[in-house]
Each structure stands twice: as C-alpha cells, then as structure tokens.
C-alpha cells in the first residue's frame, strides 16, 4: 500500500516542522504535592532523540513550552543535562532583549550551579526556589549565546491557580 505509506512518512515529519514534540509534552516531567505545595519538574537540557537543536529544554525552543505553577508555592527543577555541551538553567524575565549570559536572576536562588560554565554530560543539580511574585518569566540557559539561540522555555507564576501545568505555548499571531 504505497498510499498510505507516503502518507505515514508526511506526518512523522510534521512535528519537526511544527515546532513541537510528536507527542506533546511529556506527563511524567510535572508532578504537584499538594501537601507541601511543591511542583517537582524534570527540566532536561539537551534532550535528544526528535528535536530541532541540541540547545534546548525537555527539546523545546524559544518558549514552545510552558510550566506554569501556582504563585508562592515551591518549586523544584531537578536539571539534568543529557547533551555533550555544558548547560545550566536561570529564571529571567520575560522580556527582549534577552542578555547574553547568566546574570542575575528575577527570583531569588533560581538558577543551577555552573550558571555560566554550564554543567557537564548527564551532571544534575536540584534548583529549589520559591514561585513569587507572580509573573511571566523564562527558564534560559546561562552559557554564552546559549538563551539568544533558543535555550529557554517559558515559566507562568500564576496567581489563582491551585496545581501546576505544563502546555506547548499557542503559537503567536503574525
Ligand atoms: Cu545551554
């Protein structure tokens, strides 16, 4: 069946093009205790397999993803970096233009080890911070030129909200 073949292959391309993972983001990254008010998230830098670039986040670019958590609770980003090239991860703000490198974080205690160096092969680092105050912010990686390239996914410090959630950003109007 010729036909249908043709078409599997088109559409195991699509996601490539699109911007997005085939599968969407993955559940097991995000969970929420609600206990101690904590989100635990699996932030992978580098993650391999179908992604555009190796410089990115849970193999998102550009803000494609976002993790929004409810706003004065914990958050904790167990970092892991499965690629051969240091990276690290700071919270910045949602703003252009983006700086070149780590500086200083919008929250406090927001940011790996190795902020600039950037952390090496499959090392990890537990980033524990408080989400406050409420506001649109970027996870970007601190290795030079890193962010600029599209190292940075999107993080929402939501007032209101109960639990956590993690969603492909909607694309932007032209
Ligand atoms: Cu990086």
Not at 46 to 70: A, C, D, H, I, R
Request: hydrophobic letters at 40%; a negative charge.
């Amino acid at each position: 069946m010729p036909r249908t073949r043709t078409v599997g292959l088109v559409l195991l391309a699509l996601p490539l093009l699109g911007g997005a993972l085939e599968h969407g983001p993955d559940p097991k990254w995000l969970r929420w205790n609600p206990a101690t008010r904590t989100t635990s998230f699996e932030l992978i830098a580098g993650l391999t397999g179908q992604v555009k670039s190796p410089f990115n986040f849970n193999g998102y670019t550009n803000g494609e993803l976002t993790l929004t958590v409810p706003e004065s609770t914990t958050v904790v980003l167990n970092f892991v970096n499965e690629d051969g090239t240091p990276h690290s991860a700071i919270v910045i703000d949602d703003k252009d233009p983006m700086p070149t490198m780590a500086e200083e974080p919008a929250i406090p205690r927001a940011y790996s080890v190795k902020a600039i160096e950037g952390l090496g092969y499959f090392a990890k680092d537990v980033i524990r911070f408080k989400a406050a105050p409420a506001g649109d912010y970027r996870i970007f990686c601190g290795v030079p030129g890193h962010g600029l390239s599209g190292m940075w996914i999107r993080l929402k410090v939501a007032p209101g909200t109960t639990e956590p959630s993690m969603a492909e950003t909607p694309a932007q109007s032209p």
